[in-house]
């Protein structure tokens, strides 16, 4: 099956850090643009961070830029966020997707949760 | 940045109807928008992308058009299944729309 999964996510708090991590199967990962998409409870959806095929081009959101940084390896076929000096306002699902046409593939998300 | 805007923002509809939902943006952007489905819980769904082209797999009853800064969303003949919230997006910084709810009137 094409897919991505997404885990790391967690109970952290302020201050705190987390690695999360996005695996493909089913396609061929090293081909494609990946990004993170953040969605706060009850809220809409955000764009976080964009990695290019070759980690060449790497692009984040004022909200995340500086503490969060992305990265992959595609010998892994995966993607990972790594997240610091976490704030409240990070508490949301994150989610990978895959990037070719617009947002073709998401994975089922991975919940962080900033709280003392 | 780029600003997006959806309307309405809740829609309620009954199944058979025909909704149309419209996103607008800061400044013109082509053809380049999507257009998702999300479900409680669920991962977002790529419905439209390129203003009008439709993903593969997805039924006919979505469309969508639009170019520069107005673009639209229709259902037609909502079914059970399309009660969702669905997102804008733009291609150019990644921008989504706030979303518009579909729900059962």
């Known amino acids: 099956d094409v897919q991505l999964v997404e885990s790391g996510g967690g109970l952290v708090k302020p201050g705190g850090s987390l690695r999360l991590s996005c695996e493909g199967s089913g396609f061929t990962f090293s081909t494609y643009s990946m990004k993170w998409v953040r969605q706060a409870p009850g809220k809409g959806l955000e764009w976080i961070s964009s990695i290019s095929s070759s980690s060449g081009h790497i692009y984040y959101a004022d909200s995340v830029k500086g503490r969060f940084t992305v990265s992959r390896d595609n010998d892994k076929n995966s993607m990972y966020l790594q997240l610091n000096s976490l704030r409240a306002e990070d508490t949301a699902v994150y989610y990978c997707?895959?990037?070719?046409?617009?947002?073709?593939?998401w994975g089922q998300g991975t919940m962080v949760t900033v709280s003392s | 940045d780029i600003q997006m805007t959806q309307s309405p923002s809740t829609l309620s509809a009954s199944v058979g109807d025909r909704i149309t939902i419209t996103c607008r943006a800061s400044q013109s952007l082509g053809f380049w928008v999507a257009w998702y489905q999300q479900k409680p819980g669920k991962a977002p769904k790529l419905l439209i992308y390129k203003a009008s082209t439709l993903e593969s797999g997805v039924p006919s009853r979505f469309s969508g058009s639009g170019s520069g800064r107005e673009f639209t969303l229709t259902i037609t003949s909502l079914q059970p299944d399309d009660f969702a919230t669905y997102y804008c997006?733009?291609?150019?910084?990644?921008?989504f729309g706030p979303g518009t709810k579909v729900e059962i009137k």
């Open positions: 997006q733009e291609y150019n910084g990644w921008t």
């Open positions: 997707a895959r990037a070719s046409t617009a947002f073709d593939l």
